[in-house]
Nanobody, 121 residues
Framework: QGELVQSRGGLAQPGGSLRLSCTATTQIFRVYSMAWYRQAPGKERELVAIIQRDGRTVIEDVVKGRFTASRDNAKNMVYLQMNTLKREDTAVYYC???????????????WGQGAQVTVSP
């Protein structure tokens, strides 16, 4: 089992909702910021959300207003709540642990196993 373990993804209709979760080891969770990325077929992996150690979040413009991110310090878990899903949200979603450096997130080589999210009528 790796340092980051994700829940399964799922299938949703356009306009629907899904929630992803990711459990980290205590050491990872205490030291690093966390983030969610996604990778659609034929596209590069893109950053979706950052969850800082103090719980503050940064949501990327591409999903702002529809997705939220959070963390549960008691459970060493982070979440990605996805609402008003669109077909273009279809991708494999990954959680990551990394560092915030001068306001920029730098992903470290701690990745969840990925979760397929499919949005289709």
């Amino acid at each position: 089992q790796g340092e980051l373990v994700q829940s399964r993804g799922g299938l949703a209709q356009p306009g629907g909702s899904l929630r992803l979760s990711c459990t980290a080891t205590t050491q990872i969770f205490r030291v690093y910021s966390m983030a969610w990325y996604r990778q659609a077929p034929g596209k590069e992996r893109e950053l979706v959300a950052i969850i800082q150690r103090d719980g503050r979040t940064v949501i990327e413009d591409v999903v702002k207003g529809r997705f939220t991110a959070s963390r549960d310090n008691a459970k060493n878990m982070v979440y990605l709540q996805m609402n008003t899903l669109k077909r273009e949200d279809t991708a494999v979603y990954y959680c990551n642990a990394g560092l915030l450096e001068f306001g920029n997130y730098r992903a470290l080589d701690f990745w969840g196993q990925g979760a397929q999210v499919t949005v289709s009528p």
